[in-house]
């Protein structure tokens, strides 16, 4: 059990790692999204249910979506309109 | 003159640029030779000072490191039962006394909507400022405010994202539901329901097609709706709490915990965070695609 | 090694921690930046929420008529609360990303840093 | 059944939250103003109301928020300290916003006008909240509420320059805050506890056991570290210049008059209330805010005398007082507190002042704040000139005005402390002549003949600021005896 607990941990740092780490923004917000599912399944592991849900809908679902939504308007924006 | 402020060394101002950046900063403006010169020597300095604050930033964090972790072992044991401070009285009766006090079988909910309540109402203020500073920020402008389609009008809806959303949003709407609902008997809860509802309306709002003006839920419809169930925390909380203090025997009937109708106010409170989650969420993804 | 071991959430939260205000302080672009920041708030979270586990613990729901250990229910409520309050920030940060790309047509604070002092002069 | 006074915290506090959010419905940003104003006035009575009772009764009261006592449920706590706070904030805020209210009108967009109320309103709250919390992470809630109403007010007028200013400011409080939070967890898991009178006998207690005192003190500079980012201690204020410099008048009045203040008072709960005066000697922490605070002093006022810009002028004038009030704290002991406490009205009323006249100053100057184009702007608006010119001879430390009050309190606290009289007296002087040194030249300035004379039409509004402003900085210069005394009453009982 501890084995699996640390090879989720060394794989959270790994993802952190990565996100920080590549050059491009689209695959960084999703690698954040995959460390943000890691990061709930800690918190099975914590037994806080509670957690874990929050985690998967909000840090997961809800801010890699906004992530994401923000980067394709600025591509949008990249190909036309700016103001000043 | 080099800047020595902290500031500088965060945005990293005016370090080497690499080649294509600098591409850019060049031609944005012609500049006399002097004020070149001037300019070039100036960022010498400051990418010295760049470069040493880097390094300073490195060493300091590597001590933090170093200090935490050292600290960490000098920590209760994780998972201790034992020498553990933080098993104390309270816990105690969180864990003992909350199910027949509050009437909710979940000790978080319990402690979030009861025992901490304020805490939690000023975390709901939080979320509808930001949404607030979002609206402040994209839509109201001096212009008669409206938002834009997302993508040039007249392109055909996806069927096959449409066709799924239409079968899957009851679903995830109706799981949203009940995990607002539910979150005083089982984990969930206000918060994490209330994104998941918001999650399903930017599904709908995306299969509906990205050429449209309206918006599923238009932002003024969001804050009315939070601002709404902001205000029914505020005075119900501001009753429990006016009766808590006075010692007047105020609540609702408690229930029996693992009941839908339990927890007193916990449900209703649910319900306030959910709509205000939701807003948020929605809010915030209509003005990041649509805003003018 | 085995104390290591035993406090193997807190060492990850400690480095996550380290890993994320580095790239908040050091890394030019913004989206980084916010993400950095993102990251360094759940290492603290977990740090927190790892101070409420029990060996052998349940999950904070009541099992009626069962007399068994329950985790300690205070910081996954505190845990909860921070998780919301870093997606407001983190919204609020990315609709200023937004009005900032639409000014300076760039993401890059080094960039934006000198054009803003371009415009200034 | 409490006194109907001790539910007047609470009901303030949840008032201004209230408020806030209502304010949102309202369009129009005259009555959003309006309803700001009321609720300022509202809370002012209230709180004077609470600082009476807690002096006549001669001791603080907790308020337990629900049904549950602490340290289970959370609490607020209000004694003669809290009081005085919590009637002189929203005094400052009201007449800053008065006197800034013209400029708000022009550089705020009509439709943003009740929003940016609406953050005025939070701010509001933030400091309610964080003067009268009894519980370390309610602190952290209410953190987190003023980082975004900050950026909000930050961001009143929106250039690319806000909009970078708001940026950095955001970062460096969610740096702050997450600092904060990570000594918090520290702290929580080697006491048990976030109420903050029952984490001052578990501390005491494992340090007479000699237990936990690696993590004790690296939460303690963890937690300290925190509130330094957010009050924009001397390493810590890059954030601080940028924000103050491009926002509208109002803004930059409260950011720097108030704003920082509120965490100025977290740290003094964090080392008064949750550790103790003689931990924070014993863990090195008060020779390290009196070493922070002393450079701090002599470098925000060598950067201001840099300056070319009013605005930034004054905001790097707010970083050499901010080292002020943790050279007060530093001191380490009570009186040096109350000098504390006494420097931090003293600065919020004439920074307000300050910040306020600057405005009005420059509206005779298509709303530049360089110091060439302010040249003669002082007769064009006398009374704009007169404020300006009294604020800064405030900070100068020339007697019967607000800063020689807290001067001297300071320099007399520092007689109390042996090895620091000597150093305190010296930089106190050096920052005197050096505030001289750039307020003189800038008083000269705007009252210099020059040929470009722009009339400007009457404002009411300011001259009443105005006015009021001026009666408070003689009332800080000439009652300080009678002050400190209320402030070391309320420190004795904090």
Same mark, same amino acid.
């Not at chain 3, 609360?81 to 919204?91: F, H, N, P, R, Y």
């Given at each position: 059990?501890?084995?699996?607990?640390?090879?989720?941990?060394?794989?959270?740092?790994?993802?952190?790692?990565?996100?920080?780490?590549?050059?491009?923004?689209?695959?960084?917000?999703?690698?954040?999204?995959?460390?943000?599912?890691i990061?709930?399944?800690?918190?099975?592991?914590?037994?806080?249910?509670?957690?874990?849900?929050?985690?998967?809908?909000i840090?997961?679902?809800?801010?890699?979506?906004?992530?994401?939504?923000?980067?394709?308007r600025?591509?949008?924006?990249?190909?036309?309109?700016?103001?000043? | 003159?080099?800047?020595?402020?902290?500031?500088?060394?965060?945005?990293?101002?005016?370090?080497?640029?690499?080649?294509?950046?600098?591409?850019?900063?060049d031609?944005?403006?012609?500049?006399?030779?002097?004020?070149?010169?001037?300019?070039?020597r100036?960022?010498?300095?400051?990418?010295?000072?760049?470069?040493?604050y880097?390094?300073?930033?490195?060493?300091?964090?590597?001590?933090?490191?170093?200090?935490?972790?050292?600290?960490?072992?000098?920590?209760?044991r994780?998972?201790?039962?034992?020498?553990?401070?933080?098993?104390?009285?309270?816990?105690?009766?969180?864990?003992?006394?909350?199910?027949?006090?509050?009437?909710?079988?979940?000790?978080?909910?319990?402690?979030?909507?009861?025992?901490?309540?304020?805490?939690?109402?000023?975390?709901a203020?939080?979320?509808?400022?930001?949404?607030?500073?979002?609206?402040?920020?994209l839509?109201?402008?001096?212009?008669?405010?409206?938002?834009?389609?997302?993508?040039?009008?007249?392109?055909?809806?996806?069927?096959?994202?449409?066709?799924t959303?239409?079968?899957?949003?009851?679903?995830?709407?109706?799981?949203?539901?009940?995990?607002?609902?539910?979150?005083?008997?089982?984990?969930?809860?206000?918060f994490?329901?209330?994104?998941?509802?918001?999650?399903?309306?930017?599904?709908?709002?995306?299969a509906?097609?990205?050429?449209?003006?309206?918006?599923?839920?238009?932002p003024?419809?969001?804050?009315?709706?939070?601002?709404?169930?902001?205000?029914?925390?505020?005075?119900?909380?501001?009753?429990?709490?006016?009766?808590?203090?006075?010692?007047?025997?105020?609540?609702?009937?408690?229930?029996?915990?693992?009941?839908?109708?339990?927890?007193?106010?916990?449900?209703?409170?649910?319900?306030?965070?959910?709509?205000?989650?939701?807003?948020c969420?929605?809010?915030?993804?209509v003005?990041?695609?649509?805003?003018? | 090694?085995?104390?290591?071991?035993?406090m193997?959430?807190?060492?990850?939260?400690?480095?996550?921690?380290?890993?994320?205000?580095?790239?908040?302080?050091?890394?030019?672009?913004?989206?980084?930046k916010?993400?950095?920041?993102?990251?360094m708030?759940?290492?603290v979270?977990?740090?927190?929420?790892?101070?409420?586990?029990?060996?052998?613990?349940?999950?904070?729901?009541?099992?009626?008529?069962?007399?068994?250990?329950?985790?300690n229910?205070?910081?996954?409520?505190?845990?909860?609360?921070?998780i919301?309050?870093?997606?407001?920030?983190?919204?609020?940060?990315?609709?200023?990303?937004?009005?900032?790309?639409?000014?300076?047509?760039?993401?890059?604070?080094?960039?934006?840093?000198l054009?803003?002092?371009?415009?200034?002069? | 059944?409490?006194?109907?006074?001790c539910?007047?915290?609470?009901?303030?506090?949840?008032?201004?939250?209230?408020?806030?959010?209502?304010?949102?419905l309202?369009?129009n940003?005259?009555?959003?103003?309006f309803?700001?104003?009321?609720?300022?006035?509202?809370?002012?009575?209230?709180?004077?109301?609470?600082?009476?009772?807690?002096?006549?009764?001669?001791?603080?009261?907790?308020?337990?928020?629900?049904?549950?006592?602490?340290?289970?449920? !959370?609490? #607020?706590?209000a004694?003669?300290? +809290?009081? *005085? /706070?919590?009637?002189c904030?929203p005094?400052?805020? %009201? $007449?800053?916003?008065?006197?800034?209210?013209?400029?708000?009108?022009?550089?705020?967009p009509?439709?943003?006008?009740?929003?940016?109320?609406l953050?005025?309103?939070l701010?509001?709250a933030?400091?309610?909240?964080?003067?009268?919390?009894?519980?370390?992470?309610?602190?952290?809630?209410?953190?987190?509420?003023?980082?975004?109403?900050?950026?909000?007010?930050?961001?009143?007028?929106?250039?690319?320059?806000t909009?970078?200013?708001?940026?950095?400011?955001?970062?460096?409080?969610?740096?702050?805050?997450?600092?904060?939070?990570?000594g918090?967890a520290?702290?929580y898991?080697?006491?048990?506890?976030l109420?903050?009178d029952?984490?001052?006998?578990? !501390?005491? #207690?494992?340090?007479?056991?000699g +237990?936990? *005192? /690696?993590?004790?003190?690296?939460?303690?500079?963890? %937690? $300290?570290?925190?509130?330094?980012?957010?009050?924009a201690?001397?390493?810590?204020?890059?954030?601080?210049?940028?924000?103050?410099?491009?926002?509208?008048?109002?803004?930059?009045?409260?950011?720097?008059?108030?704003f920082?203040?509120?965490?100025?008072?977290?740290?003094?709960?964090?080392i008064?209330?949750?550790f103790?005066?003689e931990?924070?000697?014993?863990?090195?922490?008060?020779?390290?805010?009196?070493?922070?605070g002393?450079?701090?002093?002599?470098?925000?006022?060598?950067?201001?005398?840099?300056?070319?810009?009013?605005?930034r002028?004054?905001?790097?004038?707010?970083?050499?007082?901010?080292?002020?009030?943790?050279?007060?704290?530093?001191?380490?002991?009570?009186?040096?507190?109350?000098a504390?406490?006494?420097?931090?009205l003293?600065?919020?009323?004439?920074?307000?002042?300050?910040?306020?006249?600057?405005?009005?100053?420059s509206?005779?100057?298509?709303?530049?704040k360089?110091?060439?184009?302010?040249?003669?702007?002082g007769?064009?608006?006398p009374?704009?000139?007169?404020?300006?010119?009294?604020a800064?001879?405030?900070?100068?430390g020339?007697?019967?005005?607000?800063?020689?009050?807290?001067?001297?309190?300071?320099?007399?606290?520092?007689?109390?402390?042996?090895?620091r009289?000597?150093?305190?007296?010296a930089?106190l002087v050096v920052?005197?002549?050096?505030?001289?040194?750039?307020?003189?030249?800038?008083?000269i300035?705007?009252?210099?003949?020059?040929?470009?004379?722009?009339?400007?039409?009457?404002?009411?509004c300011?001259g009443?600021?105005?006015?009021?402003?001026?009666?408070?900085?003689?009332?800080?210069?000439?009652?300080?005896?009678?002050?400190?005394?209320?402030?070391e009453?309320?420190?004795s009982?904090?």
């Amino acid at each position: 059990m501890i084995l699996l607990e640390v090879i989720l941990l060394a794989a959270l740092i790994v993802c952190a790692a990565a996100t920080v780490l590549s050059r491009k923004l689209l695959p960084s917000v999703v690698i954040f999204m995959a460390y943000s599912s890691i990061m709930a399944i800690a918190w099975i592991f914590m037994r806080s249910p509670d957690l874990a849900i929050a985690e998967a809908a909000i840090g997961a679902g809800v801010t890699t979506v906004l992530f994401i939504a923000t980067l394709r308007r600025v591509n949008a924006l990249k190909e036309g309109e700016r103001d000043g | 003159m080099a800047d020595f402020s902290l500031r500088k060394w965060l945005d990293g101002e005016q370090r080497l640029l690499d080649g294509e950046r600098s591409a850019v900063l060049d031609t944005a403006r012609p500049k006399p030779p002097q004020a070149v010169r001037r300019r070039q020597r100036h960022r010498g300095y400051l990418r010295r000072w760049r470069r040493f604050y880097a390094v300073l930033a490195v060493v300091t964090c590597l001590m933090l490191i170093v200090a935490l972790a050292v600290t960490v072992l000098y920590l209760p044991r994780y998972g201790a039962v034992e020498d553990n401070p933080t098993l104390n009285g309270v816990v105690e009766y969180y864990l003992r006394r909350s199910a027949e006090e509050t009437g909710a079988a979940n000790f978080v909910a319990a402690v979030v909507f009861a025992y901490r309540a304020m805490d939690t109402f000023g975390e709901a203020v939080v979320i509808f400022a930001a949404t607030a500073a979002v609206i402040y920020l994209l839509y109201i402008t001096d212009r008669p405010v409206q938002l834009r389609p997302a993508r040039a009008p007249k392109s055909p809806r996806n069927q096959i994202l449409w066709q799924t959303v239409r079968l899957l949003f009851p679903y995830i709407a109706m799981y949203a539901l009940y995990m607002i609902c539910n979150g005083h008997t089982s984990p969930g809860g206000g918060f994490a329901g209330g994104a998941i509802l918001g999650g399903g309306l930017i599904l709908w709002d995306v299969a509906l097609g990205e050429d449209r003006r309206e918006t599923i839920l238009s932002p003024e419809r969001a804050v009315r709706a939070m601002v709404v169930c902001l205000g029914l925390y505020a005075v119900l909380k501001g009753v429990s709490f006016f009766a808590g203090a006075n010692g007047m025997d105020w609540h609702l009937p408690t229930g029996a915990p693992g009941h839908i109708l339990s927890g007193g106010l916990i449900l209703p409170l649910n319900i306030c965070v959910g709509v205000i989650t939701a807003g948020c969420v929605i809010t915030a993804y209509v003005l990041f695609t649509r805003a003018e | 090694m085995e104390a290591l071991l035993s406090m193997r959430y807190e060492i990850t939260s400690v480095v996550l921690f380290s890993i994320g205000f580095m790239t908040l302080l050091l890394h030019p672009n913004l989206i980084k930046k916010i993400i950095g920041l993102n990251i360094m708030d759940t290492a603290v979270y977990l740090f927190l929420a790892a101070s409420g586990y029990i060996d052998g613990g349940y999950a904070p729901v009541l099992r009626p008529g069962e007399d068994v250990v329950y985790i300690n229910p205070l910081p996954s409520s505190l845990v909860l609360t921070g998780i919301v309050v870093s997606m407001s920030v983190t919204a609020l940060l990315l609709a200023l990303a937004l009005r900032l790309y639409r000014k300076y047509n760039s993401l890059d604070l080094d960039v934006i840093v000198l054009l803003a002092k371009q415009g200034k002069e | 059944m409490l006194p109907l006074v001790c539910n007047l915290p609470m009901i303030c506090l949840l008032l201004s939250m209230t408020v806030g959010i209502l304010t949102a419905l309202v369009r129009n940003g005259r009555r959003a103003f309006f309803l700001t104003a009321a609720l300022l006035v509202a809370v002012t009575a209230a709180s004077a109301a609470v600082l009476v009772y807690t002096w006549n009764t001669g001791e603080s009261f907790t308020y337990t928020l629900g049904l549950y006592p602490t340290p289970v449920g !959370i609490e #607020l706590r209000a004694g003669v300290l +809290e009081g *005085l /706070l919590a009637t002189c904030f929203p005094v400052v805020m %009201l $007449l800053s916003i008065l006197g800034g209210y013209r400029d708000i009108c022009q550089d705020v967009p009509a439709g943003k006008q009740s929003y940016y109320f609406l953050m005025l309103d939070l701010l509001l709250a933030t400091l309610l909240g964080l003067i009268y919390t009894n519980d370390l992470f309610t602190a952290f809630v209410f953190l987190e509420v003023s980082t975004i109403a900050g950026s909000c007010i930050i961001l009143s007028r929106e250039t690319g320059e806000t909009i970078l200013a708001s940026i950095r400011y955001i970062i460096f409080s969610t740096l702050g805050s997450g600092v904060f939070l990570l000594g918090l967890a520290i702290l929580y898991q080697c006491t048990g506890h976030l109420h903050m009178d029952t984490l001052h006998t578990m !501390i005491q #207690l494992h340090q007479r056991r000699g +237990e936990y *005192l /690696l993590p004790l003190m690296m939460s303690f500079g963890l %937690l $300290l570290a925190g509130l330094a980012f957010r009050s924009a201690l001397f390493p810590f204020h890059g954030w601080l210049p940028g924000s103050r410099g491009s926002s509208t008048t109002a803004s930059s009045a409260l950011l720097s008059s108030l704003f920082l203040k509120g965490f100025a008072v977290m740290t003094l709960k964090v080392i008064l209330r949750v550790f103790s005066l003689e931990s924070a000697a014993e863990y090195r922490i008060t020779d390290m805010l009196f070493l922070l605070g002393l450079v701090g002093m002599v470098f925000g006022s060598v950067r201001a005398l840099m300056q070319k810009d009013a605005k930034r002028m004054a905001a790097y004038s707010t970083v050499a007082q901010m080292g002020y009030v943790y050279l007060g704290i530093g001191l380490g002991s009570a009186v040096g507190i109350a000098a504390a406490v006494y420097h931090i009205l003293v600065h919020a009323f004439t920074k307000a002042m300050l910040f306020t006249s600057i405005g009005a100053l420059s509206g005779t100057a298509h709303h530049s704040k360089r110091w060439a184009d302010l040249r003669g702007s002082g007769r064009a608006r006398p009374l704009a000139g007169a404020a300006f010119t009294l604020a800064a001879l405030s900070l100068c430390g020339v007697p019967v005005l607000a800063g020689f009050g807290g001067k001297y309190v300071l320099s007399a606290a520092a007689f109390g402390v042996p090895g620091r009289t000597a150093v305190t007296l010296a930089v106190l002087v050096v920052s005197a002549l050096l505030n001289a040194l750039y307020f003189l030249p800038a008083v000269i300035n705007i009252w210099s003949p020059s040929e470009r004379v722009e009339t400007v039409p009457r404002d009411g509004c300011y001259g009443v600021s105005a006015l009021c402003f001026l009666g408070c900085n003689l009332v800080l210069g000439v009652g300080f005896v009678p002050l400190t005394r209320l402030i070391e009453t309320g420190i004795s009982m904090f």
